[in-house]
């Protein structure tokens, strides 16, 4: 793919380069957009699969949406199956699994569902 250095790039490159956490798409191009309004989603959406293609960037599965990483991260998320709220948490190690994959683990994303401690507790959810 033929690319050039524009000014589009190098603004979303920096909004980008602003995020410490993950990021949506959306969220990118709100900060784009203060910026420069002539920045279009579907501009953001090619700059970002170019960098995930160049492995600059890295995206995970987050609530049927992609959410995106400047590092390889680890993304773990509870959904309370009765209200949808999603919460993230992180996980230390994955020893347990260590004898199960056939090589090694760089990173790692997983998705539990139950109810959140206010829907077990209250069986209403606030």
Do not use: W
Not at 70 to 82: A, D, G, Q, W
């Amino acid at each position: 793919m033929k690319t050039r250095n524009t000014k589009q790039k190098k603004i979303i490159q920096k909004e980008i380069n602003n995020f410490n956490s993950f990021f949506t798409a959306e969220e990118l191009y709100n900060k784009v957009r203060k910026i420069d309004n002539k920045i279009g989603l579907a501009t953001i959406y090619r700059f970002l699969k170019h960098l995930r293609e160049l492995r600059s960037i890295y995206s995970y599965n987050c609530n049927n949406s992609l959410v995106y990483s400047k590092e390889k991260r680890s993304h773990c998320h509870f959904i309370c199956e009765k209200t949808g709220k999603l919460i993230h948490f992180d996980v230390e190690s994955l020893d347990f699994l260590k004898d199960k994959i056939p090589g090694s683990i760089s990173s790692f994303q997983i998705e539990v569902r139950g109810l959140c401690k206010s829907c077990s507790e209250t069986e209403t959810c606030l």
